[in-house]
């Protein structure tokens, strides 16, 4: 494992020094994500789903985690996986430090490789539907 995804060997900590710590993921996001989420995340959702105070809701999920790293949009870019874990990663941390669950363990490029390899297709907005409700129920909302 290479990069700052595998660097992580604890829970993330989410003060201020990790919004910006990783330049790297920052332009990452810059050329290959900004163009559809917006610079700040908050999409239009006919565009594409909004991220800020969203993208990690469904850590907490069962099929969360792995649907995460699945999206068209992570599966397929033309990243290598390491680098595509420290932007999952920094994503959210960047956009939704609120709802990242307290023992979230990082992205690694090991498990990137291999959750791209089943890149989710028409199906990734009713599984992400599927996952926000559960978000809710188990939130009792």
């Not at 994500?33 to 069962?62: F, I, M, Y």
Request: hydrophobic share 40%; charged share 25%.
């Amino acid at each position: 494992m290479t990069g700052t995804a595998a660097a992580f060997d604890a829970p993330l900590s989410f003060g201020a020094d990790a919004l910006g710590s990783n330049p790297r993921a920052r332009q990452n996001w810059m050329l290959k994500c900004q163009g559809c989420h917006r610079a700040d995340a908050t999409t239009k959702p006919l565009n594409a789903p909004p991220l800020a105070g969203e993208v990690a809701k469904v850590l907490s999920v069962p099929g969360g985690r792995e649907y995460l790293a699945r999206v068209p949009g992570v599966a397929t870019v033309n990243l290598p996986s390491d680098e595509v874990a420290e932007l999952l990663n920094w994503t959210l941390i960047r956009f939704d430090p609120a709802h990242v669950p307290r023992d979230f363990r990082p992205y690694t490029g090991d498990e990137i490789e291999t959750l791209r390899k089943h890149p989710l297709r028409v199906e990734a907005a009713a599984m992400r539907g599927r996952l926000h409700a559960a978000w809710r129920e188990q939130l009792g909302r």
